[in-house]
Structures are given as C-alpha cells and as structure tokens.
C-alpha cells in the first residue's frame, strides 16, 4: 500500500511540474497557452461535428440577397455599438458617419436590410468597447479562448459584456425573438468566416499559433486605427 501511495505521489508530482513548466514556456502574452489550448481543441471539435455544418446548411439552403440582408440587419445593429464608442473615444467625424450610417440604414434601408449608405461614401467605423479601453490606454491584458466564442482577451472580455448592454438585438423585450435573432448572428457570423478558415487551413501547421497571431495583431490594428505603434 505504502509502495502504491508513493508512485501515486510521485506521478502526481510530476504532472503538477510538467505543467508548471508548460506556463513558464507560454509564449509571451499567452501566459494561459496550455488551458487555452484546451479550450481550443474544445472549440475546433464543437465547431467541426455541429457548428460548421449547421452553417453549410444555412449557407447552402438560403438564397445570396436573404444572407446579405440578415448579414446588414446584424451589422447595422454592430453600427450602434460603433456610434456609443466614437462618442466615447471623442472621435467626432467617425460618431458622425456612423450616426448617420444608421439613421440611413435603418430608415431608407427598412431597418437595416438594406446597406444603403455604403454607396452614398460613409465607411463604416467598426468600433467596439475593448477598442475604446485600449484607446485610452488599457493594455490588452493575456490572450484567452473563451468556450464556443473563441480568440478574446482580458480587455475584450470586458469589452464583449459592455457591447452586449448597449447592442440592439441582445435587449429585444421578446425573449423567443431576441435567442432567435441572437442563434441567426451566430450562424451568420460563421458563415462570413468561411474564407479565413480556408485561407488558414492553407497556411498554418498550428492553427492555434495562427489565430492567436492574427488576432492580437488585428486588434492592435483596430486599436491604432491602422496606424504603426509609436515605438515601431
């Protein structure tokens, strides 16, 4: 029995040490490299046997003009979030296109469907609330990967349930069409993801390393609104 406890205590050992050391070697900013992975592997299973064929289905079975109306629905609901954040970051020609891009849209173009004032010139400004954070000098804190949403960070963890308070759809009074609009975005979402993941299935050996690479740079991207960081 005695002999029995040792070799449990000592294979318990070197399991708390292997993985110890598997923190002390996460490459830099991914100090959680192991747990991640983890929930990385989760994900690419998750998403393989379920998620990614409910997405061909909906691509397949829906007509192209349908997807590209639900697609501007979602992100005129996005451009909302976009205005409460240039207000926030005072960037005032930014509020003002994104202001005007859902009044437009969400009048002329019937509540969204129709994207209507990219052709009239107004860009999208794409802003969120972990943009805002790093805008004001917030650092990104580690990298995560959250179960089923995927690449994060600490700063956009928060970011995500700031968003989430002010975004249109998730504070719909009705609880059936709010999951149902909210389960459509997903799919949505997916479905606009297909280019990256063949692009990705082509260039990366660790497709964990890639995405983790590609995320953190674009948000810093975001972040800098495309410009190069001042110590570079």
Not at 107 to 131: C, H, L
Not at 169 to 190: K, W
Request: charged residues 20%; aromatic residues 8%; contains cysteine.
């Amino acid at each position: 029995m005695k002999i029995r406890l040792l070799c449990a205590a000592t294979a318990l050992t070197a399991s708390l040490l292997t993985g110890c050391a598997s923190f002390r070697n996460a490459a830099p900013g991914d100090p959680l490299e192991p747990v991640n992975r983890g929930v990385h592997s989760f994900n690419s299973t998750f998403d393989h046997y379920l998620f990614k064929p409910i997405a061909k289905g909906y691509d397949a079975a829906v007509p192209n003009p349908v997807k590209r109306g639900v697609s501007n629905v979602f992100q005129n609901a996005s451009d909302v979030q976009s205005v409460v954040n240039d207000a926030l970051q005072l960037k005032g020609q930014k509020f003002a296109d994104d202001f005007g891009r859902v009044i437009i849209n969400s009048t002329v173009g019937i509540g969204g469907i129709f994207d209507v004032a990219t052709p009239m010139g107004i860009e999208r400004g794409n802003e969120d609330f972990g943009q805002t954070l790093g805008y004001w000098g917030i650092g990104s804190g580690p990298y995560l990967v959250l179960p089923f949403l995927g690449p994060s960070s600490a700063r956009d963890v928060v970011g995500r349930y700031a968003d989430g308070k002010i975004d249109p759809i998730s504070n719909l009074s009705s609880v059936p069409v709010r999951n149902s609009l909210m389960a459509l975005r997903v799919v949505d979402t997916r479905v606009s993801l297909f280019p990256a993941e063949a692009l990705m299935a082509q260039a990366a050996l660790d497709q964990y390393t890639f995405l983790r690479s590609a995320y953190l740079q674009r948000r810093q991207s975001l972040v800098l609104d495309g410009k190069r960081p001042k110590d570079e």
